[in-house]
């Protein structure tokens, strides 16, 4: 969605929200590996290191936006705590470029501080009639629900793994 609104914002198209910013870059880079390139022998995790270090790369050459779907979601879930904050540290001491990083890693709550270079938020959910709703506005700061939990629980998987 931010990919597309940049697109289209910086074609002239109207955006859908109440307020932007829309810097002009040399590129938009995004990284949402989907599966492994087994004809280059490479798995779902190195080609995501491998575009990563591209994208680094070419940001240090001139800014871009780079957006980062699910970074790393690949690996064990403290490997991935570990090299996303590295790589979210690593990107904010770098002086150009605008970056987008999703993550369903709950634990980065507690070892990324939110400040003025680094904005932390969530699309909001909520639970309704044991439902849950989207509302597709996005929030400060850190999602607090379990939904996964209560999608679970409301499939009756709770009672059939007991």
Known sequence: S????????????????????????????????????????????????????????????????GILDELFNTTNAED???????????????????????????ALEQVLIPSEALQVCYLNSYIKHEQPVFTYQLKAGWNSINLGQQLFHQMGLNALLS
């Open 80 to 106: 991935a705590k570990v090299i996303i904050t590295k790589t979210i540290n690593g990107l904010l001491n770098k002086p150009h470029g605008i970056f987008f990083i999703s993550s369903h890693i709950a």
């Open 2 to 65: 931010i990919y597309l609104l940049y697109y289209f914002a910086l074609r002239g198209f109207p955006v859908w929200c109440n307020q932007a910013t829309i810097p002009v870059v040399k590129d938009c880079n995004i990284i949402n590996v989907k599966e492994d390139q087994i004809a280059a022998q490479q798995s779902h995790f190195a080609n995501e290191l491998s575009q990563l270090k591209s994208m680094i790369e070419q940001n240090d050459q001139a800014p871009i936006v």
